[in-house]
């Protein structure tokens, strides 16, 4: 989706506007509902699950791994 004055969009670099969640199994997703590249260099945000708002089951059971 074209946003209104993105330097990315006016120059048709390849990219996206959502913020990239990288899960502790290392399976990715994106913010956005329409990306379909999950390649870290499109997004200018990357997260782990664990930095999520409300947190991740997948981050709690790796967390529950490292302390056992």
Same mark, same amino acid.
């Given at each position: 989706?074209?946003?209104?004055?993105?330097? /990315?969009? +006016?120059?048709?670099?390849? &990219?996206?506007?959502?913020?990239?969640?990288? &899960?502790? /199994?290392? &399976?990715? +997703?994106c913010? +956005?509902? $329409?990306c379909?590249?999950? $390649?870290?260099?499109?997004?200018?945000?990357?997260?782990?699950?664990?930095?999520?708002?409300?947190?991740?089951?997948?981050?709690? /059971?790796?967390?529950?791994?490292?302390?056992?």
């Amino acid at each position: 989706m074209r946003a209104p004055d993105c330097s /990315s969009c +006016e120059s048709a670099v390849d &990219h996206c506007h959502g913020t990239l969640i990288v &899960h502790a /199994s290392r &399976h990715t +997703e994106c913010t +956005e509902g $329409d990306c379909v590249d999950l $390649d870290y260099v499109r997004h200018t945000f990357v997260v782990d699950c664990a930095d999520v708002a409300g947190g991740c089951a997948c981050a709690e /059971s790796g967390t529950a791994r490292r302390l056992a």
